[in-house]
């Protein structure tokens, strides 16, 4: 029988969800590929007599790894490539200023300054920011071999390593990936469908639902920009990625109705699925719909049926496929302008270029060997897009540990020599295998990996590991100090504006979706963003759950809110949905009332600190599609209106 500890022995909420390791499948080929990509190198150095050599391509080998996370083939190509050609950059202005005092200290930190700037713009920024500033830090620490291109040529060279074995299956597998993104989100969208009559599962599926077809988005429009052209299999995707958007929307009108949906609904969706993942079309058989009564039944019978008109089309036409693309070039400009002014991007590249300079000053006037890993710590800690600033720090000290443990049995019980390879083949998949269950164990990963490498440089054996236990210790204290507790944004949600943008933009859709404009695309371009938004603020207070006191339990009262604006979108899109199929259209005055309502309540949401309950009533027609409209504005405003 298990014992309960003592109520003063109870971890705090916040502790736990920051241990607790993630859900997530192992991606078996990415194991693969780490094992094979980081032991060769070794095994190529100790086979020519220049271990430290093979060390280095390893070293670039474990960056490829990093970024090893994209599934579609066109994608790897720059979610690999572009980080490592900005890495051997780092590493070069590094070397440049290697034993040069001060001069080192300004130019890492002036790094550190524009690549926490260009870490804000987006997912492969981020890696590309990260491995500017860590090869960076490795060249200005670190002697590395001459001349002066040989190091950043071995670490790049690893790095595309890892990239030729990610694309070695493209010839065979082309297209599957791509495909099976749209047939997840078919999937996900089943899974919707059969939850509509149960609330707490409703809201986690419509989630998932969200973040599928984002990510289904993002990679078929993602492949469009780059090739600015209209590539036939990708135009069909597309277009059965925008089928679905109709039994999308059905959804909430259904989730209102309370009632379930009969089980053939979400059976057909998976087979369509099926029918998209594997291309063949030709054995599609739909389960027999039920007969559609009421104008909730009407929408998802015509929805489910336009869904499977499209998956089974021979052909489809690319004007009728209306979804915009911007060149590639075109984007990178826009990103790069927008980094520039923005003041969120300046405050974190400030925030980490001060962290950076504090830690390189301080191993400039205080003899720390190897005095590198403080700073490579802080650039891990401090990553705008991987979490909270102190999980990241508290998890990358437990982390470090658990790692030193396992890098202590290895550097005491394995020689230098031909036995690391295989030592390597068992460690390197650890990385790709633990990196989606946390930073925590993602850290305990790497940090044996590291370690072997760095004795095949230096030949330090285990006194590596108290100088690494005391570096990672005195990074992590830097940046919870000087990058967490000294800014006043680290002790509030920093959501609030966000929330109160997606209000307003609600306000905006109910405008839309009942005013004089009768683009259908544009609603549902709208809906779509909106959803998006939604999801990007529920993930980011997630993450502040994970803060410690005040933070965390201030996002926790705010929680309500965000689920209360979700609320309003889906009964906005279900009050659509039912006059599109034969309910009477609300009135314009019911219409600006929803409207103005909102309005005020994004007002409150941007004034308010502490959120108290306020009645709000509104009134209207009993039998308006926007009655469940108003009861969602009016809870909202009773979460949200400031005392």
């Known amino acids: 029988m298990f014992r309960e500890l003592p109520i003063g022995l109870t971890p705090p909420d916040w502790l736990v969800r920051n241990l607790r390791p993630q859900p997530a499948p192992v991606n078996w080929a990415a194991v693969a590929r780490a094992a094979v990509a980081m032991a060769l190198p070794l095994a190529i150095g100790f086979a020519a007599g220049e271990p430290a050599l093979g060390a280095l391509a390893s070293m670039g080998a474990l960056n490829g790894v990093i970024g090893d996370t994209a599934d579609a083939y066109r994608m790897r190509v720059i979610t690999i490539a572009v980080p490592q050609l900005t890495g051997a950059v780092g590493v070069i202005l590094g070397q440049l200023v290697f034993g040069q005092g001060w001069y080192a200290v300004l130019v890492v930190t002036g790094v550190a300054l524009v690549s926490g700037m260009i870490s804000t713009i987006g997912a492969v920024a981020s890696v590309s920011g990260l491995l500017l500033l860590l090869n960076c830090v490795v060249g200005a620490g670190l002697p590395l071999p001459h001349p002066w291109w040989l190091a950043p040529l071995l670490m790049t060279g690893g790095g595309l390593l890892v990239l030729a074995l990610a694309l ?3 010839p065979l597998r082309a297209g599957v990936p791509e495909r099976a993104s749209v047939a997840n989100a078919y999937r996900r969208v089943a899974d919707l469908l059969d939850d509509t009559s149960d609330e707490d599962r409703y809201i986690g599926a419509r989630f998932d639902v969200t973040r599928a077809l984002n990510q289904a988005y993002d990679l078929i429009l993602g492949h469009r920009a780059r090739h600015h052209g209209r590539s036939e299999e990708l135009t069909r995707l597309l277009a059965q990625l925008n089928a679905i958007t109709p039994v999308v929307e059905a959804a909430p009108a259904v989730h209102l109705t309370g009632r379930p949906l009969p089980p053939e609904v979400p059976r ?5 699925a099926d029918a998209v993942e594997t291309g063949d079309t030709s054995a599609l058989r739909l389960p027999k719909l039920p007969l559609a009564l009421t104008e909730t039944e009407r929408a998802v019978d015509h929805a489910l049926r336009h869904t499977a008109e ?3 089309s021979p052909s489809v036409d690319p004007r009728g496929v209306d979804e915009r693309t911007v060149a590639l070039h075109v984007r990178i400009a826009r990103a790069a302008r927008d980094a520039v002014l923005s003041a969120g991007s300046w405050r974190y590249g400030l925030r980490l270029a001060v962290c950076i300079g504090i830690a390189q000053a301080l191993v400039s ?5 190897r005095s590198y890993w403080v700073a490579l710590t802080i650039t891990f800690v401090l990553k705008p897009d991987f979490g909270s600033v102190f999980s990241r720090a508290l998890l990358r000290a437990l982390g470090t ?41 993602q850290t305990a990963a790497i940090t044996p990996v590291i370690l072997l490498l760095s004795d095949i440089l230096n030949h330090q054996g285990t006194g590596l590991l108290l100088p ?5 210790l005195m990074g992590c204290g830097i940046a919870l100090v000087a990058g967490y507790l000294l800014w006043p944004e680290s002790w509030h949600t920093r959501v609030g504006d966000r929330l109160a943008d997606a209000v307003e933009d609600t306000a905006a859709y109910v405008g839309t979706a009942f005013g004089t404009d009768t683009d259908p695309v544009r609603r549902t371009r709208m809906r779509r963003r909106l959803y998006r938004d939604l999801s ?4 980011e207070f997630q993450r502040a759950l994970t803060e410690p006191p005040p933070t965390g339990r201030r996002a926790a009262a705010w929680w309500p809110l965000v689920v209360a604006v979700e609320r309003i979108v889906d009964a906005t899109t279900a009050a659509r949905v039912r006059v599109h199929h034969g309910a009477p259209p609300p009135s314009s005055a019911e219409v600006r009332q929803v409207v103005r309502q909102l309005g005020e309540l994004a007002e409150g949401v941007r004034e308010a600190d502490i959120l108290t309950a306020f ?18 504005v009016a809870a909202a405003r009773a979460i949200a209106t400031p005392h």
């Open 268 to 272: 057909a969706v998976r087979e369509l």
């Open 401 to 441: 540990v658990v790692g030193l443990a396992i890098a202590a049995a290895v550097l005491a019980e394995v020689p230098i020599g031909w036995w690391d390879v295989p030592v390597m083949v068992l460690l390197a998949p650890l990385v790709p295998a633990l990196t989606p269950r946390g930073y925590g164990f």
């Open 615 to 632: 009645p709000t009533h509104l009134t209207g027609p009993a039998g308006s599609v926007l009655e469940p409209v108003r009861q969602e």
């Open 365 to 369: 006037l205080v003899p720390v060997p």
């Open 168 to 170: 070695l299956a493209w």
């Open 310 to 312: 499209v998956v089974t």
């Open 536 to 539: 990007t603020i529920r993930t």
């Open 468 to 472: 690494r236990l005391l570096d990672s």
